[in-house]
């Protein structure tokens, strides 16, 4: 009887540790990765601010920044994974269809329409992106490390008043004007007659996807309002802008 | 006042003796002169006010009794809608549960909850029916509007398209009239804002189908006519299968007592399947949407069969688990939806 309730014990301790170092491989990682994440967004940043001060404008600016934005935004696909294992407490529907609207504009909409690369709205909402990312990544980093400035912590509940609106009208805009390319050329678009019997319209998926920003960014946003915990724990997700 | 009425009937049912009461409940033992009247208390599950107190409660009475009290002193809220239950964190009691056999002293404390409006599941069922047969027929006709002008109101050249149409025709028209005359809900109803939820679903999917295999530039299946007898064969056996199923599920819940049963094989080949299959009404569900699927070769309709089956699949699992928790015996050669798969 002894002996096995030692041995209940010791497998308990044993699980404990287990449970500990999993616990600590996350951890890191996670730093790992909100560091990185805040470097590249960083170099980013230093990218678009060194091209413009260079050329004296924005015309240029999205092919040169291009791959960089791409990888870094695309990376963070990582996050709806992170939110599935449970190492960070958020949805992993909310994560996720944060993370798949933002691929869906760097990836089907600004580098496919190449014409609309120059507009004033992309460079809009590539700004708004970066000020939040370094933001966003730097409080997750600092926070991992139990070590929080005032200041990033500032930054994260109140920046948004301002960048979420603006990047969403860089981004309705820049849908906007890719329309006439979009409808021209008719790109990811499947037409009857086929053996499918399905058709598809790109130009008026985007108008759609132009609607859905009220009631979706809506919804988000309401939700990201009580996030305002004055302690901050490792998952809170505060909207991407 | 209504506690009288109560203490009146029990004085009459006592009295009644042998005849069978109209309820299946148990009768008072004939040697007790006393009856130990239950006090009943209720408090709203989040204020912990306290609702409604009942003194002098039979003791056989059911929770269904107990809501029909509550919903004398407040008309709101009709019995459908409150869920009582014994424990804040617990799961709410059922309209059958006699108060003597609860785990309560001679005064019972109810928590209640507010399920918000309900609506009938067969109200629910027969709306959601309606609209995808009248909706596809709308496309079928080519009604104005849907197509372009030189198409309106003519008819596809093809035949599968009428086969497409008397099909789904006859699935949601056997759909409803199994509502009306066929299934028994063990549930009474649902929550009002499903109906929003489930009917935007049917409705929608059928006009997004409807809309490809009526449509002027439609292609026929690429195997041509033999693709389309198997289909209609598959088709209309699944459909011939789920009616035996519903009807032998009917059967099981015939004397009107409540009781669950397990479902076994009867006479009908049909439903055989019950030996390896928890639900077979969903896998001929399943099989009949295959079945027009192939039979219109349309990616909508394939997208609306997978979604249903995930739907499907997830209330099977449901359903599976909550038979092999009830019977012990339970065969253990079932699986939830597809025979030795899911």
Redesign the interface.
């Known amino acids: 009887m002894a002996s096995g309730e030692e041995d209940g014990t010791v497998e308990e301790k044993e699980t404990n540790n287990k449970k500990r170092t999993k616990g600590a491989i996350a951890t890191a990682w996670l730093t790992f990765y909100n560091i990185a994440m805040t470097a590249g967004w960083l170099v980013l940043a230093v990218a678009m601010v060194r091209y413009y001060l260079q050329k004296g404008t924005h015309k240029g600016l999205y092919r040169n920044i291009a791959r960089t934005l791409k990888f870094f935004q695309t990376f963070a696909l990582l996050e709806v994974g992170h939110c599935a294992i449970g190492i960070v407490r958020t949805s992993v529907i909310v994560t996720g269809v944060q993370v798949c609207s933002r691929i869906f504009m760097v990836w089907f909409v600004t580098n496919s329409i190449r014409q609309i690369q120059n507009e004033e709205s992309v460079i809009l909402f590539v700004v708004v992106w970066t000020i939040t990312e370094i933001t966003r990544y730097s409080f997750y980093t600092f926070n991992l490390l139990n070590h929080l400035p005032y200041f990033i912590k500032w930054a994260r509940y109140n920046m948004f008043i301002v960048m979420y609106p603006l990047g969403v009208i860089g981004e309705l805009l820049t849908i906007h004007a890719s329309l006439p390319y979009v409808r021209r050329s008719g790109m990811y678009s499947l037409r009857l007659p086929n053996k499918y019997n399905v058709s598809f319209d790109y130009y008026y998926f985007l108008i759609i996807v132009m609607l859905s920003y009220i009631p979706c960014k809506h919804s988000t946003h309401n939700k990201t309002s009580t996030c305002m915990l004055p302690f901050p724990h490792w998952g809170c997700h505060v909207s991407g802008v | 006042m209504d506690a009288l009425a109560l203490e009146a009937k029990g004085a009459k049912s006592e009295s009644a003796g042998a005849s069978a009461p109209p309820k299946p409940r148990p009768k008072p033992p004939q040697k007790a002169k006393r009856i130990v009247y239950f006090e009943v208390e209720i408090l709203d599950i989040k204020t912990r006010e306290k609702l409604l107190l009942l003194d002098k409660v039979e003791p056989t009475s059911t929770i269904l009794d107990i809501k029909s009290l509550f919903h004398k002193s407040n008309a709101q809220w009709y019995p459908a809608r409150q869920s009582l239950c014994l424990d804040p964190k617990g799961k709410p009691l059922r309209d059958e549960d006699i108060l003597q056999e609860l785990p309560v002293g001679t005064t019972a404390t109810f928590y209640f909850r507010d399920l918000g409006a309900q609506i009938a599941w067969g109200t629910v069922f027969l709306i959601e029916c309606i609209g995808p047969l009248v909706i596809y027929l709308l496309f079928y006709f080519r009604l104005p509007l849907i197509y372009a002008p030189k198409y309106e109101f003519t008819a596809s050249r093809h035949l599968v398209v009428h086969i497409a149409c008397v099909c789904h025709s006859f699935h949601y028209g056997k759909r409803i009239l199994e509502t009306l005359f066929v299934h028994r809900f063990s549930h009474g109803t649902m929550p009002f804002r499903n109906i929003f939820k489930n009917c935007s679903y049917y409705w929608c999917s059928a006009a997004w189908m409807a809309y490809?295999?009526n449509?002027p530039?439609?292609?026929p299946p690429?195997y041509g006519e033999s693709q389309v007898k198997a289909a209609l064969g598959i088709f209309l056996f699944c459909q011939l299968g789920s009616f035996s199923i519903h009807m032998a599920l009917r059967n099981l819940k015939l004397s009107g007592c409540k009781t669950k049963k397990i479902p076994y094989p009867t006479k009908n080949p049909f439903t055989w399947i019950f030996a390896l299959v928890s639900c077979p009404n969903y896998t001929y569900e399943l099989g009949s949407w295959l079945g027009f699927t192939l039979m219109?070769?349309?990616?909508?309709v394939l997208f609306f069969t997978v979604v249903g089956f995930i739907q499907m699949t997830v209330w099977a699992k449901g359903k599976h688990r909550s038979y092999l928790k009830e019977f012990k015996q339970y065969p253990t050669l079932r699986s939830p939806i597809l025979p030795f798969i899911l």
């Open positions: 490809y295999i449509h530039l439609y292609t690429y219109t070769q349309c990616v909508p």
